[in-house]
């Protein structure tokens, strides 16, 4: 798939550049689309080193607190806590393994909406499974199943979404009506993601009572917090995601801090410990980032990924389907290859709304709600494959990708659906 995006790109850039010349007029043609694609790979990987950078504080941060959880026995807790989900799902990982406890931690601050303190606690996970993997070059099933869990984005708190929207808007659209969208969309990606890996892994999960359990428990604490939103008014909706999403977490490290105490452990002496990994990591990742982001910069570059959009759409409009959906699939089909990129599709899709129906009532057309949905559906599927496997140096990714973007598919539809149910 590497070579294929660079491949793919210098043949689109070779079409666009004839084109260029010889049909000036043409939408398509760009007779510097050469010098653009080099350029585009010189700032991606500047990109990718800054943001490797940028991660050095936050993984040093959460894996520091990390290695004081696991010392004040907090990580083993939780680890006995998932383990009768986790051993059905990971059945290779034996009982309450270290790995359960992190895994958990990073589903959990995904849910929330915690980036900065998923990513580092996620890449811990990773190292975990990677440590019981015989074959250090070839992904495992249970870190197959851990990269599609990430990738599907289940969220309970969308806080980036509800940030952007509030920008977007001047504080004149409620952010909190996307809550409920975004909330059933990614339980329908993250579910098909789990289904998706288990046929292939051939895990026969339901057949077991404790998968049940867990899938009716979750199910009915996000049916509960539907109704609780749903009923506390605009007001109460801010200061409960504020508490909920923040409070927990700050809950979370004062007892890693406090239980490492009790045990008479060296607090500061293991954050420092604990600190240094993340460091090291942030670093060790650079190479796998700049690699995906500059593939993935000059296929979009090239017009590939504008040529899969515009395909769809005609696809769409050809069948009769509502055009209006045609304009957000740029969002949809660059958000598994680019977060970044996504975000300018949604940006650019909302303010042509706004630039037709106004600020405020073009941000409550179907395009605008639309692309925030599948924007708040998943996460980059790309992106976080080529910093969770490379993290620990896997090469052979088996059926990651394909589970990974069926995950992306599912949410894709459930978010054309649930916008129409929510907005239409």
């Known amino acids: 798939m590497f070579i294929a995006f660079f491949v793919i790109s210098f043949l689109l850039c070779c079409v666009k550049a004839a084109i260029g010349l010889w049909a000036p007029h043409n939408a398509f043609g760009d007779p510097e689309v050469f010098s653009a694609a080099v350029q585009s790979t010189f700032d991606l990987a500047k990109l990718g080193a800054q943001i490797s950078i940028g991660y050095v504080g936050a993984f040093t941060l959460w894996l520091g607190l990390m290695k004081v959880g696991e010392r004040g026995g907090v990580i083993g807790k939780m680890s006995a806590a998932v383990s009768p989900?986790?051993?059905?799902?990971?059945?290779?990982?034996?009982?309450?393994?270290?790995?359960?406890?992190?895994?958990?931690?990073?589903?959990?601050?995904?849910?929330?909406?915690?980036?900065?303190?998923?990513?580092?606690?996620?890449?811990?996970?990773?190292?975990?499974?990677?440590?019981?993997?015989?074959?250090?070059?070839?992904?495992?099933?249970?870190?197959?199943?851990?990269?599609?869990?990430?990738?599907s984005g289940l969220t309970i708190i969308p806080l980036s979404i509800m940030i952007l929207i509030t920008e977007l808007s001047g504080g004149k659209v409620n952010p909190t009506e996307y809550f409920i969208p975004i909330l059933?969309?990614?339980?329908?990606?993250?579910?098909?993601?789990l289904l998706a890996v288990s046929a292939v892994q051939r895990l026969n999960i339901f057949k077991h009572a404790a998968v049940w359990l867990y899938l009716v428990g979750i199910s009915g604490f996000m049916a509960g917090l539907v109704l609780l939103y749903g009923n506390i008014g605009e007001d109460g909706q801010i200061i409960f995601t504020s508490i909920f999403a923040g409070g927990l977490m700050m809950s979370l490290i004062v007892w890693f801090v406090v239980s490492a105490a009790r045990v008479k452990a060296d607090v500061y002496g293991t954050f420092i410990e604990g600190a240094k990994e993340g460091f090291e990591t942030a670093i060790k990742i650079i190479p796998f980032l700049v690699g995906i982001l500059v593939a993935i910069g000059l296929f979009r570059v090239s017009g590939g990924l504008g040529l899969l959009s515009d395909g769809m759409g005609w696809l769409l409009t050809s069948i009769g389907a509502d055009p209006q959906i045609a304009e957000a699939l740029p969002t949809a089909f660059t958000k598994p290859f680019s977060g970044g990129g996504a975000r300018g599709m949604m940006i650019e899709t909302i303010e042509n709304q706004q630039a037709l129906h106004g600020t405020v009532e073009g941000m409550k057309t179907i395009p605008s709600r639309m692309v925030a949905v599948m924007q708040g559906s998943t996460e980059t599927t790309f992106y976080v494959l080529a910093v969770y496997f490379g993290s620990v140096g896997i090469k052979n990714t088996r059926h990651a990708v394909g589970c990974g973007l069926f995950a992306d598919f599912v949410g894709l539809l459930a978010a054309i659906f649930f916008t129409y149910l929510f907005f239409g």
């Open 184 to 193: 059933v969309t990614t339980f329908c990606s993250t579910l098909a993601g």
């Open 85 to 151: 989900l986790f051993s059905r799902l990971f059945p290779d990982i034996p009982k309450e393994h270290p790995a359960f406890g992190a895994m958990m931690m990073n589903i959990s601050a995904n849910m929330l909406g915690l980036d900065n303190a998923a990513t580092p606690m996620g890449l811990k996970a990773m190292k975990e499974l990677q440590d019981l993997n015989p074959e250090k070059e070839v992904a495992s099933n249970s870190q197959i199943m851990f990269l599609v869990l990430n990738t």
